[in-house]
């Protein structure tokens, strides 16, 4: 099977513009969940989409948003792009985002705004 | 503070020898995943411990989560430089209410000199 694939690698923004990410997650799985990585704050949680619905989101502002299509691909959206949105962008999935169910990460699209 | 705390934050051994990482939690761990990063890059799947007490391996890599269910360890036997990166834990600490979402602590940088 193939893994987590995530598009575009790496994007330079600017402030105040916004950006979308893709995910398409391992066949057959049908949760994606999102998470920002950086130096200072490390792995952090953004939000899961199951079925297409958010299910689960984590203590971000409003201008990160996701969504997720029939076929399970997702994608996040940030909007006002703000410098402290640098970071490295993840997604995972798994069989149904259940409990104790591990998590595939994909390879990340890091993100640099100037 | 951090809810899952990793130590230590970073570790240099030579090739060959042995080496031990820990994960404490502040919370029971409902599921403790342990994961490898190239710097950059996603996150690869090692073992995942559900029960207290519970041990796996994998080739030199033996992971280990304690019966309270509260620590676990990664153990590295004869170190190679391909075992160099970042470790980072990942757990459900949230008693399976939480879809798709782990928590992780703030890694360690494993360096293995030739």
């Known amino acids: 099977k193939a893994g987590v694939t995530q598009t575009p690698r790496y994007l330079i923004k600017t402030r105040g513009q916004q950006v979308t990410l893709s995910c398409s997650p391992i066949?057959?799985?049908?949760?994606v969940s999102w998470y920002q990585q950086t130096p200072g704050q490390g792995l952090q949680f953004l939000f899961e989409?199951?079925?297409?619905?958010?299910?689960n989101k984590g203590n971000f502002p409003g201008r990160f948003s996701g969504r997720q299509f029939s076929n399970s691909r997702s994608e996040m959206n940030v909007s006002t792009l703000e410098l402290g949105d640098s970071a490295l962008y993840l997604c995972?999935?798994?069989?149904?985002?259940?409990?104790?169910?591990?998590?595939?990460f994909g390879p990340g699209t890091r993100l640099l705004v100037l | 503070s951090q809810e899952l705390e990793q130590s230590p934050q970073s570790l240099i051994v030579q090739e060959g020898k042995n080496l031990t990482i820990n994960c404490t939690s502040s919370k029971t761990l409902y599921g403790l995943y342990w994961y490898k990063q190239k710097y950059g890059e996603g996150l690869i799947f090692l073992m995942m411990l559900q029960k207290g007490g519970e041990e796996k391996s994998h080739e030199k890599i033996t992971a280990k989560l304690d019966e309270k269910k509260q620590q676990s360890s990664l153990h590295i036997t004869a170190s190679q430089p391909s075992h160099a990166g970042i470790y980072l834990c990942g757990a459900d600490i949230s008693r399976g209410t939480s879809y798709g979402k782990l928590t992780f602590g703030q890694g360690t940088i494993l360096t293995v000199h030739p």
């Open positions: 989409y199951f079925s297409e619905t958010q299910r």
């Open positions: 995972a999935s798994s069989l149904l985002g259940g409990h104790q169910e591990t998590q595939y």
């Open positions: 066949s057959g799985h049908r949760s």
